[in-house]
């Protein structure tokens, strides 16, 4: 197939990577610019970068709906349009200059999670397992039919960076098996239930603020969320910013006011949670690992090395 890709990231190159190791042909990359948000610094392979390295030419865009991008299409005419991590909506009249189209690949479970950061968001719900979909572009984000979908488990002591590289091996299989039956002839794909979707909006400070009112399993699932190199789960202690690296949920219910720092539990610290705590019916959290501002790691029982005083969620 002639394919034109656009993608971005790591999770763009590792498609690209394997589309330029298929016996497909690939006469464009549009990607998009480079950006400082926290969350588009981390997984940050350069699909620009391979593709030059390839000879092929590149278009850089924040959107890919106007006139230059319809114009190289028209004089391509491309089999296909194949996205992974493209950030913004593609315009019907854009995707409809290549003869089947366009694909994305989705790290979720489509039709939930769409949006972003699906992975963090999956994890902070307790979600029992991830994945990736291939379907088609149509004109609503992450809704189109789907080609293909693999699944893998969460398992207990899964962060979002385990999740990472579990999803990120399935990105060029999957991408290969939906051009294999696109090219095939095959057109029996499976619609989305819009009524069953749901998406998500792009993580920033404000949602790694720990809420000590959460039940303890949901606020370690939010740090499990947040491990490096993502924005840590932070809170405040003593009025300083402590970032969260590590926690579990205590066997024992403490009772109380949420936030206080109660007993020492192994190498953690016991603390004050969930919207139960003043009858006593709820779980602790068990701070296991910080880390403080100026970059020093600190097991919870030498942090709090006093019980008492309060993790709050502002200074």
């Not at 865009?61 to 089999?79: C, F, G, I, Q, S």
């Not at 899964?158 to 990105?171: E, G, P």
């Not at 499990?224 to 024992?252: H, T, W």
């Not at 003043?278 to 020093?296: A, F, I, K």
Request: charge should be negative; proline fraction near 6%.
């Amino acid at each position: 197939m002639r394919v034109v890709f656009m993608g971005y990231q790591t999770w763009g190159h590792r498609v690209l990577e394997a589309l330029l190791e298929s016996e497909h042909e690939v006469p464009l990359v549009i990607t998009h610019p480079s950006s400082n948000h926290a969350y588009e610094t981390i997984w940050n392979d350069s699909v620009a970068a391979l593709a030059e390295r390839h000879g092929i030419p590149v278009l850089t865009r924040k959107y890919a709906n106007d006139e230059e991008v319809a114009e190289r299409l028209r004089e391509l005419e491309p089999d296909l349009l194949v996205s992974s991590d493209w950030r913004s909506w593609v315009a019907p009249e854009i995707y409809a200059l290549a003869t089947h189209g366009a694909i994305n690949i989705h790290d979720a479970l489509l039709p939930r999670y769409g949006g972003f950061a699906p992975l963090n968001w999956a994890l902070i719900n307790g979600e029992p397992e991830v994945g990736v979909t291939v379907h088609f572009m149509d004109e609503n984000f992450d809704l189109g039919d789907i080609v293909v979908q693999k699944r893998v488990a969460v398992e207990d002591k899964d962060t979002v960076t385990d999740l990472f590289h579990k999803t990120i091996d399935l990105f060029a299989p999957a991408v290969l098996e939906s051009l294999e039956l696109i090219g095939s002839g095959r057109t029996d794909w499976t619609p989305q239930d819009p009524a069953q979707a749901t998406f998500f909006h792009k993580r920033s400070v404000e949602d790694s603020r720990i809420d000590w009112n959460w039940p303890a399993k949901d606020i370690a699932n939010l740090v499990r969320a947040q491990v490096d190199p993502y924005p840590n789960a932070f809170a405040y202690y003593k009025g300083e910013r402590v970032r969260i690296l590590a926690a579990s949920v205590s066997p024992m219910r403490l009772g109380g006011t949420v936030g206080r720092v109660f007993r020492p539990v192994g190498e953690g610290v016991a603390i004050v949670c969930g919207p139960g705590a003043r009858g006593g019916s709820e779980h602790g959290l068990v701070v296991e690992r910080v880390r403080t501002d100026d970059g020093v790691e600190h097991r919870g029982v030498d942090f709090f090395r006093t019980m008492g005083g309060y993790l709050t969620s502002r200074p």
